[in-house]
């Protein structure tokens, strides 16, 4: 089996072409297809729930100590924060430096555009989002598909297994075949992953086309390079400062998510592989089972570049440039504003929307400016978000002892295969098992 998911990750690679020639030639053809990209991404949308509640459960809930929890979550948040104000300032310093935005005219489409955009990230407030946590009842957090619901649920749930001590074993070992019976789901719903990538492909192409890129060329082109020199550079840094890993072998690891991330524009398509091969790769169940949920709402590194360098790019377009305090005043909102909406499409620009109509009203219009290429855009944003989290993930299992440096060389240089088959390490349970950073008997009562 692991042999044959090679020839369907080439095919993902085909259908993406594919989708690009029928979006070109037959547009209306392209927009029509736009359901078999949404259906896929719905497949895998439908057993993030369940996975990030096993996941998490089964890190807590076989961890004796509560204070270990509380030391990772704590770490996770406060390198969030860090790394999103440092994506903040490198692209404010590159969207100050290339000045994209002058140059263009706004028309009455994109201003009607834009007032669609600001009416729908207007919808929701601080308050809301923060009541939005709460599911209405422990089910409907796994089935409602929100990430923040079913993250808030699995904790309970596994302080709630801790503190039950060995009476709660039984259910631990029920919740790990729970989690065997949904990873085999959805290793069965990535061979629909070519016809997603198809749909989604032929419909963006079909309704964007060329005109809209030519104009706008140069702020993409600049968002691209930027999160490139970010993942590049800073992650690359600190990962090789802190966990001595090299980034390109880390990314080269993750080739195959941040393919479907490219083809279906959605970093919800790799959350759940990106857990399992964390874990695979020698991150502990803890850390791997909380860093990586929250960084999904919280560490939006891409995002934070996009927000930055789309407002200035507005700014600029409409003749209303901003002065450097008001750029962090604005932006620092919008930092705030756009936790918690990873998984939202265009929450994005939506967010950006919102934020502009709350501190510079006159500046909305210009969001029609960008609404063309954010799709594209989108995808950028996504795949730095999913490099940012990676690193991350590794970063806090190094900083809590719970990563393990051998067992990821090993990894990194092929010896140990991911097995695509069941995404987990089944054969490990029958055989001899790699050790587990962090407390000797934290590994045996996930394993019971």
Known sequence: MRDRTRYLYLAVIGAVLLGILVGFVWPDVGKELKPL???????????????????????????????????VGGLALGYFIV????????????????????????????RQAAEAQAAKGGEATTVDFLLGIIPKTLVSALTGGSVLQALLVALLTGFALQAMGDKGTPILRGIEHFQRLVFRILAM?????????????????GETGLEALKSLAIIMVAFYVTCLLFVGVVLGTILWLVARINLWSLLSYLGREFLLILSTSSSETAL???????????????????????????????TAIYLT?????????????LQFGEQLALLLFMMIASKGAAGVTGAGLATLAAGLQAHRPALVDGVGLIVGIDRFMSEARALTNFAGN?????????????????????????????????????????GEEPPEPGEPGDRELSKV
């Open 37 to 71: 990209g949404t259906g896929f991404v719905a497949l895998i949308q439908m057993v993030i729930g369940p996975i990030i509640f096993c996941t998490i459960v089964l890190g807590i809930g076989s961890v004796r100590q509560a204070a270990k929890v509380g030391k």
């Open 83 to 110: 790394m999103s104000t440092v994506a903040l300032l490198i692209g404010l310093l590159v969207g100050n430096v290339i000045d994209p935005g002058s140059g263009l005219h706004l028309s009455d489409a994109a």
């Open 189 to 205: 719903v990535m061979w629909a992953a070519p016809v997603g990538a198809f749909g989604a492909m032929a419909a963006v192409v």
């Open 272 to 302: 759940p592989r990106l857990i399992a091969k964390m874990e695979h790769m020698g991150v502990s169940k803890t850390v791997a089972g909380i860093t990586v949920p929250t960084g999904y709402s919280f560490n939006l590194d891409g």
């Open 309 to 321: 360098m789309a407002t200035l790019f507005i700014a600029e377009a409409t003749g209303a440039p």
């Open 390 to 430: 990676a690193v991350a993930t590794v970063l806090v299992g190094t900083w809590t002892g719970e990563f393990d440096r051998e067992r990821a060389d090993r990894v990194l240089a092929g010896q140990l295969p991911f097995d695509e088959a069941t995404l987990l390490d089944e054969d490990e349970d029958e």
